[in-house]
């Protein structure tokens, strides 16, 4: 059984009728959390407490670390540093810019599987030299973008 034309479209404007509060202004743009630092900032120093607190004592890294990492994740903390640097004039929102290009995370992720193959065939010594010129580019591309950027 087929609806007539007239009643299926009478169905559908009240459908959007129903759905209409989904789309209001208000739901889209939430409003700004002010006291967000109250919570943010004793967050971070403890992340970074705690990270320090394994290095000092010698914890197993990989715990801490993945602790560390999705406590931060589940709390935007990460989000929460980088508007912090973005607020520094000119050289912040191109630093947060550069940070985020998924090629600084590509270099940065093939170089520690090469090192990580290189070092379980015995060639700790020529790892430490690539790492070192793996830095050096990855630098030389994020000093190049922010220079780049703040000449044109």
């Not at 009240?14 to 967050?43: Q, R, Y």
Request: glycine fraction near 6%; charged fraction near 10%; hydrophobic fraction near 60%.
């Amino acid at each position: 059984m087929t609806l007539p034309e007239h009643q299926f479209k009478a169905d559908l404007n009240n459908a959007d009728l129903d759905n209409a509060h989904i789309f209001s202004e208000e739901n889209i743009v939430s409003p700004t959390k002010l006291g967000a630092w109250k919570w943010m900032l004793p967050l971070s120093i403890a992340l970074v407490l705690a990270v320090f607190a394994a290095w000092h004592f010698g914890w197993h890294a990989k715990a801490v670390t993945t602790g560390v990492v999705l406590l931060a994740a589940a709390s935007h903390v990460f989000a929460w540093i980088l508007g912090i640097i973005t607020l520094v004039p000119i050289i912040g929102p191109l630093l947060v810019k550069v940070l985020s290009l998924s090629i600084i995370w590509l270099l940065n992720a093939v170089g520690y599987l090469v090192s990580y193959v290189a070092i379980k065939r015995g060639y700790s010594k020529d790892v430490l030299t690539y790492r070192a010129v793996t830095i050096a580019l990855i630098t030389g591309i994020v000093i190049g973008f922010i220079l780049a950027n703040l000449l044109n």
